[in-house]
């Protein structure tokens, strides 16, 4: 028995919204995961490739702290 899965608004190309909401840069995030999808569909993707598509993602859309001064 197949599977169902809720469906939920995606992109233009496809790409569920919620991936790529918070990116600081949609359309960049959003291109990365479809030719992430294509090297994975196809076997080609390394453990280097999983560490660095996975530290991209997390530094992406992250604001850096501005240092307050204690006064």
């Given at each position: 028995m197949a599977r169902k899965f809720k469906k939920?608004?995606?992109?233009?190309?496809?790409?569920?919204?919620?991936?790529?909401?918070?990116?600081?840069?949609?359309?960049?995030?959003?291109?990365?995961?479809?030719?992430?999808?294509?090297l994975y569909a196809t076997g080609q993707l390394t453990s280097e490739d999983y560490d660095r598509i996975s530290k991209e993602r997390s530094e992406d859309g992250r604001k850096k702290k501005r240092k307050t001064k204690n006064a």
């Open positions: 939920v608004p995606k992109t233009k190309r496809g790409v569920p919204k919620k991936y790529v909401k918070g990116a600081s840069n949609p359309m960049v995030r959003e291109s990365e995961i479809i030719e992430t999808k294509k």
